[in-house]
Nanobody, 115 residues
Framework: QVQLVESGGGLVQPGGSLTLSCAASGIIFNGNFVGWYRRPPGKPREWVAT???????RYADFVKGRFTISRDNANNTVYLQMNSLKPEDTAVYYC?????????WGQGTQVTVSS
């Protein structure tokens, strides 16, 4: 059974930083697609960043230059480093994984950017 567990969310002031983690069991991140998505309050889920097999990383325009997706294959963990956070980054953040596209999802972690 595949399980993805996100952690690292919380309350941060505008301009601050957070690092989200996604630990997996039942699936090996190395060689598979991994991604981060988010659901802002009252809005549908949206794509944030992905790392396809082989390290092809892509970012949504609204996080480009501020967020970085990375993997720790030894610990089977994916990270999302978030810098220069803005109030509009407030959302529940989800990690996903699969062979070539999202197949499995975590339960999400809340990120709130507010002064």
């Amino acid at each position: 059974q595949v399980q993805l567990v996100e952690s690292g969310g919380g309350l941060v002031q505008p301009g601050g930083s957070l690092t989200l983690s996604c630990a997996a069991s039942g699936i090996i991140f190395n060689g598979n697609f991994v991604g981060w998505y988010r659901r802002p309050p009252g809005k549908p889920r949206e794509w944030v960043a992905t790392d396809a097999r082989g390290g092809d990383t892509r970012y949504a325009d609204f996080v480009k230059g501020r967020f970085t997706i990375s993997r720790d294959n030894a610990n089977n963990t994916v990270y999302l480093q978030m810098n220069s956070l803005k109030p509009e980054d407030t959302a529940v953040y989800y990690c996903s994984a699969g062979a070539i596209a999202p197949e499995y999802w975590g339960q999400g972690t809340q990120v709130t950017v507010s002064s």
